[in-house]
């Protein structure tokens, strides 16, 4: 089914054995809040060991070189379990390697390749998260160094993080005010901890994960002007790219997650009898199934086919924007219809967290709302679709 070559099938069932290690320590990690360090970093050890780890990553820097669609088959996999654990198959930031400088590959991302350091991102203020040009965070450059300034939110890992990647604008010196509308964005590397950076507090969030999104405060941090990422005024271009590369992953999670809820669902509706029979054979019931895989298999088929266009042709990246906000839209709200059903099909078992229609009926609802809300990517569809018309779009 849907022409996978040898070595895409072979990918995806290490992925799908390695999920499968991983669902057993699921309940675990909902009752404690994650797993002990020691499970955690043998989970790591073997997303490394499977050639899961960094597999959107050149393999000159040790990176898996993996096309767009095996990316997204390990991540289906990896989607398929709850609580996170499927993050020890990280990917680090693809549009690092070719903007990182021969210090900031040594420093930074050569050993985020090989597992040793991790990052987070602090983006998100108070006041700017859709709209990511409000962000009031700012940089100004004294000698060799720059000097940071922003308290971010929703800062996602910082608890397990090595280092930071911090957007802000740039200012002329220490005086000015807030930064106006249309200042260039900058993007720097800061080391954690680093003098003047501090947690202001650590809300708890839906989902019972071991990776933390605190509120981080930026007072006055100094780090080299070496740490400056890319060309002067580039960080919203990077991030732009981020955005994309995140929709097709978040995309292919959530395809995953759709297709451990309808198996689940399907063989607890074959099995437990009311009314005499099994419920698969009430109409109601029936109908929950057949509606969750028919939209399994439309999110899998669109899912794939995007990320095939992005590997014949990698320069439409314009085409792609939209295709990865279309895939993301449509994944993120399908998986929350079908993880609504299943928790339904479950009945009273559906809203008990030991059950995985119950952690995924929470878990999957930030899957609208992170890397750009379903608003966003309607605004940003619906603007090429006005734009180029529906040929360049579907
Ligand atoms: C669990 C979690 C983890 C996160 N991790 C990170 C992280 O690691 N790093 C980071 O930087 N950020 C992170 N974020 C932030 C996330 O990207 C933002 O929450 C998201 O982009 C939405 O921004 P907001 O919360 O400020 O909502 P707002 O922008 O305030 O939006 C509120 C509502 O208004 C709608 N809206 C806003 N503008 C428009 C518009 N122009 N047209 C139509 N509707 C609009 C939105 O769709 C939404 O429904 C995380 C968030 C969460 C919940």
Not at 126 to 139: P, R, S
Request: net charge negative.
């Amino acid at each position: 089914m849907y022409g996978l070559s040898a070595a895409d099938e072979d990918i995806r069932a290490r992925a799908r054995a390695f999920a499968d290690e991983l669902i057993p320590f699921e309940v675990q990690a909902e009752l404690a809040g994650g797993l002990p360090d020691d499970i955690a970093a043998a989970h790591k050890k073997r997303a490394i060991e499977l050639g899961l780890f960094a597999t959107n990553m050149p393999r000159d820097l040790g990176g898996g070189g993996a096309s767009t669609l095996q990316q997204v088959l390990v991540q289906e996999q990896v989607g398929r379990v709850t609580n996170a654990l499927g993050w020890v198959a990280a990917t680090p930031p693809s549009w690092f390697p070719p903007v990182a400088t021969a210090d900031q590959v040594e420093r930074y991302l050569a050993p985020t390749v090989r597992g040793e350091r991790e990052e987070c991102y602090a983006i998100t203020e108070e006041g700017a998260g859709t709209d990511v040009d409000a962000i009031e965070a700012t940089a100004y450059r004294d000698g060799d160094s720059w000097v940071l300034n922003g308290v971010k939110w929703h800062v996602t890992s910082y608890n397990s993080a090595d280092y930071a990647f911090f957007q802000a604008k740039k200012i002329d010196d220490a005086e000015r005010g807030r930064p106006a509308p249309g200042t260039a964005h900058l993007l720097f590397l800061v080391d954690l901890p680093s003098p003047g950076v501090s947690v202001v507090r650590t809300p708890a969030y839906t989902h019972t994960i071991s990776h933390h999104h605190p509120v981080v405060a930026f007072e006055d941090v100094r780090v080299p002007a070496a740490n400056l990422v890319g060309a002067d005024g580039d960080g919203m271009l990077y991030s732009r790219e981020w955005f994309r590369f995140e929709r097709l992953m978040v995309a292919a999670r959530c395809t995953g997650a759709a297709e451990r809820l309808v198996a689940e669902m399907t063989a607890f509706a074959a099995t437990r009898v009311a009314g005499g029979v099994p419920i698969a054979g009430h109409g109601l019931v029936a109908g929950m199934l057949a509606d969750s895989v028919t939209e399994l298999f439309a999110a899998r088929s669109m899912l794939y086919e995007t990320a095939r266009a992005i590997d014949r042709d990698p320069a439409d990246t314009r085409t792609a924007h939209a295709q990865c906000s279309m895939i993301k839209l449509y994944c993120s709200e399908m998986a929350g219809r079908v993880a609504d059903r299943a928790v339904q099909v479950f009945g009273g078992r559906g809203y008990m967290r030991e059950n995985v229609a119950e952690r995924f009926f929470r878990e999957l609802r930030v899957e609208r709302i992170w890397e750009g809300t379903s608003e966003i990517q309607r605004m940003i569809i619906a603007r090429q679709l006005t734009g180029r018309g529906v040929a360049a779009l579907a």
